[in-house]
């Protein structure tokens, strides 16, 4: 079966998934370029005002020598770094210009236009835009002197502009190509860890369609994914366990039930066709609710046998004292054995033998073995009743001296309505084992057989002990 598509992808979990990864890695993309973007450029302007302060101090030692040797200076500065990138000049009070080097490549308006009166002494640094592409943009320092006089250095930062505009195209490409190779990767990703969703999803639609034995695949889409995965299957193994048990219940009812309703019928048909007298009615009345009676328990029993083998057996567990239990049962069929001529015995157990389990279950557990020790156990013959304590629980053993089990019987005494050749001369309707199997490993126990023909069996279960 093919994968469940939506019918609208971009209202899938994984779609949405997707964007959403998407765009935080896009929103920490950007904010990481910004970021980085302001920090270089706060570098470039600060290694540019060092030199610019380094110069400004030249040139003021320059200036006690007299304007004209100043005015020297800034001719070979201007000459040495280029008129385009360098302006130097020594302004008045008032703003007008001293002496200057080659200003023909400067719009000198746009610049003092942007720079304030300066009144106090000191050095005061600022950026001048002059909208040009590139060379938009120039650093100036200003040195008030004591004579109230400014030196002032105008920088282009035609140089950092390009390196800044170089980092922000191939940054910016780059986290481009970032976003959309982290998107297709998330995409990846998280179809990957959502294929064990939609796997479970194609499960449960299998199922819905009548193959109940499908199971979802576990992979490697993460340890959430795989834990679901398995309590998926349990789950889909219970049930199947239980839609087993009630199949077969309803083929056992179909088919084992037929005898005692057609003697039922029989009985009252025999007596409505018969000329009778009130006693007979009466006593028809009588066999049909014991024949009843009787029915109402196997259906019950074989409830409870499938309820146990799925887990949906509500037990009321309790700490239980193993020995007590058994005393009472010991009491209960020693007048049945003693009737019987059977030696009933029971070993003593001084210990206390605690287990968490369902008194009335685990009573008829018990019960039940007992019950069949009894009536294959010929007068004069032995059955014994014991517990006793191991590392991991408590063993409760039922032995007796009868016929035995043939080795034809033995792999199907569990099964229900299964009764052995010498089982069919006895009441009882094949549901006592396979009840005793179920209750014991619902109460996560063992139940374990070992028998010899003539000879006699030996039934042990095994509890765990109380935590």
Partial sequence: MSLVKPRFPFRSVTFRLTIICSLLVSFLMIALYLLLSRQLTLSLYERTDEALKAEIMEFEERYRDGIPALAEEFALESRSEGIERILVRLLGSEGETLASSDASEWNLPLLDEQLPGFKSRGTHIQTVDFGEPLTNKARVISQVLADGNILQIVQSMKDDEILLQSYRQIFGFSILGMVI???????????????????????????????ISKRVSVGNEGEEIERLAHAFNEMLSKIEALIRGLREVTDNIAHDLRSPLTRIRGIAETTLNTEKDIESYREMAS?????????????????????????????????????????????????????????FKMEDQKQSLVVLADRARLQRVFANLLDNALKHTSSGGLVTLSAEKNKTGVNVTITDTGEGIAAKDLPRIWDRFYRGEASRSTPGNGLGLSFVQSVVRAHHGTVHVMTAPGKGSTFSIHLPAAS
């Fill in 287 to 343: 066999n049909v609710i014991e024949e009843s009676d009787r029915l109402i328990g196997m259906i019950n029993t074989m409830l409870e046998i499938a309820q146990a083998d799925s887990g949906l057996l509500e037990m009321k567990k309790e700490p239980i004292d193993i020995t007590s239990m058994i005393e009472d049962v010991y009491d209960l069929f020693l007048p049945a054995a003693e009737d019987a001529g059977i030696r």
């Fill in 181 to 211: 190779g982290t998107c297709f990767i998330i995409g990846i990703v998280m179809k990957k860890v959502m294929s064990g969703i939609t796997h479970i999803t194609d499960t449960a639609m299998a199922i819905g369609e009548g193959n």
